[in-house]
């Protein structure tokens, strides 16, 4: 047990969904050809002048709105100064004095406890192009230049790996369900940087921090984390002290090397960017935007508990968009929405993935899928029937009872019909009924395998076992 108090914070870039870039017109896409989807304003050239995509303020909006920010109404841009290869006009456009978002909070859910982690502000910025390094010569690559971001930066609230990695799940699946952002990390949509420091006691000032860049994937913010604080804790242990310094996170060698110390604090010279008039965000503003946010994630879960769903199959349902998409078309329907999750995670999703299908790519239509869930639940028809047809039921647009008629599938429902055969399998098989009655299972089994032989497998298996038990007893 580490007698340290860790101090974390994270700072997230998420590249917004829109369709143009957020100072000019070029294409915001990924995995194009090198230097394809750019102009001279993304490239920097003098006399160029930006101007500011509307779709990225009403995102930005959105994501203060589902971050729980509040909203600053009247907001500039700012130029920050920095001299790099990846940011030809010398300056970033960027917020600084007046970030869309601020005060705001995520709430993650640990050990049963909830916690509030505080969004100390949000901002808007633009990205800079991407640089990669092939011996001695740096590769610039101007596609990813002026690409829309929001930075998300929280307060140093958290005090454990597990916090920090919850935090961005929650944050990941907020921007992905509203829309706002892919955050797709393997492709750099969203970026995350994580600092951290450890004192001895609460009351102690901070200790000295260290920020850690260029994690790529959730996990190993976890595992950059949890190595940062062990290599502190050595140092302190050591009665060392060392300078604020970033470090980068290295896949292959799983820790934390370092990039630089921070002798003295940039001074980035910023200034308002005199070439964006002042944006003013007005009460409608906020309304329109709001009206554009689906059903989040919490709601969700919420709903389909209400309804009767699983634990297990409420979350494997919102960790699947299309499908939990697919799934609010039945909210409102007067249906048995256990056997309708089970149904779409069960052989559905089986199909999805052998075939590489969305569920929307199918012939399952919602009138379609409440009569499929209704014979399921009447059991008409069985789960061995649905695997044999599943493909059919998913490919063609006739009824499930056509499709049942077609394939020749009629199952005996009528319990009386079932009664009548057990009565007859008992008084042919008395030997077994008295290993039954002398606790021998197998019995069971073989009388059960009778049922089914006699009836060519239409009987219901768990009304046929019910009724058997009862005529035993």
């Known amino acids: 047990m ?93 917020q600084f004095q007046t ?94 940087d994580a600092n951290v420091s450890i004192r001895k006691n609460e009351s102690d000032p901070f200790g000295t921090k260290v920020e850690i860049k260029n994690i790529g994937s959730i996990s190993n913010v976890g595992l950059s984390i949890e190595k940062e604080i062990k290599r502190q804790e050595k140092l302190y242990n050591n009665n060392e002290t060392f300078k604020e310094q970033t470090r980068r996170f290295d896949d292959k060698l799983e820790d934390t090397v370092l990039m630089r110390v921070k002798e003295t604090g940039n001074d980035y010279r910023y200034f308002p960017e005199p070439d964006i008039p002042f944006v003013v965000i007005t009460d409608e503003m906020i309304e329109e935007v709001k009206k554009t946010i689906p059903m989040l994630p919490d709601e969700r879960r919420e709903k389909y508990k209400e309804l009767g769903v699983s634990d297990i199959n409420t979350n494997k349902l919102v960790q699947n968009r299309s499908l939990s998409d697919y799934f609010n078309q039945l909210l409102d329907k007067n249906t048995n929405h256990k056997i309708a999750s089970n149904l779409l995670l069960g052989d559905i999703s089986q199909y999805l993935n052998k075939t590489e299908k969305e569920i929307f790519d199918t012939t399952l239509t919602i009138p379609r899928f409440l009569e499929l869930i209704s014979l399921m639940e009447d059991n008409t028809l069985t789960s061995k029937n649905l695997k044999e047809i599943i493909d059919i039921v998913l490919e063609s647009n006739k009824t499930i009872k056509e499709i049942m008629k077609d394939e020749n599938i009629e199952n005996i429902t009528d319990d009386n019909a079932i009664r009548e055969v057990i009565k007859q399998i008992i008084s042919n098989n008395q030997e077994s009924v008295e290993d039954y009655k002398n606790g021998h299972d197998r019995a069971i089994k073989y009388l059960m395998g009778q049922v089914m032989k006699e009836t060519k497998g239409k009987a219901n298996p768990k009304m046929a076992m019910d009724i058997l038990i009862e005529e035993l007893q």
């Open 2 to 94: 580490s007698n340290y108090i860790p101090t974390i914070g994270v700072e997230v870039h998420v590249e917004l969904k829109t369709k143009t870039k957020i100072f000019s017109n070029s294409k915001n896409g990924y995995g194009q050809m090198a230097n394809s989807l750019t102009n001279v304003i993304d490239l920097g050239y003098p006399g160029t002048l930006p101007t500011l995509n509307e779709e990225v303020v009403n995102l930005a909006i959105k994501a203060a709105t589902v971050l729980n920010c509040k909203i600053r109404k009247q907001m500039h841009f700012d130029r920050k100064n920095y001299f790099y290869p990846d940011n030809p006009k010398n300056y970033q456009i960027t």
């Open 99 to 192: 970030p869309i978002g601020y005060d705001g909070y995520v709430e993650i859910e640990l050990n049963n406890q909830k916690k509030k982690i505080y969004i100390e502000e949000m901002h808007i910025e633009e990205d800079t192009c991407k640089s990669t390094h092939r011996g001695t010569k740096t590769l610039l690559d101007f596609n990813r230049a002026g690409v829309p971001l929001i930075e998300i930066v929280t307060k140093p609230c958290m005090s454990s790996k597990k916090e920090a990695v919850l935090y961005l799940e929650k944050l990941k699946e907020l921007l992905f369900y509203s829309d706002i952002s892919d955050c797709k990390m393997e492709e750099g949509s969203m970026r995350a």
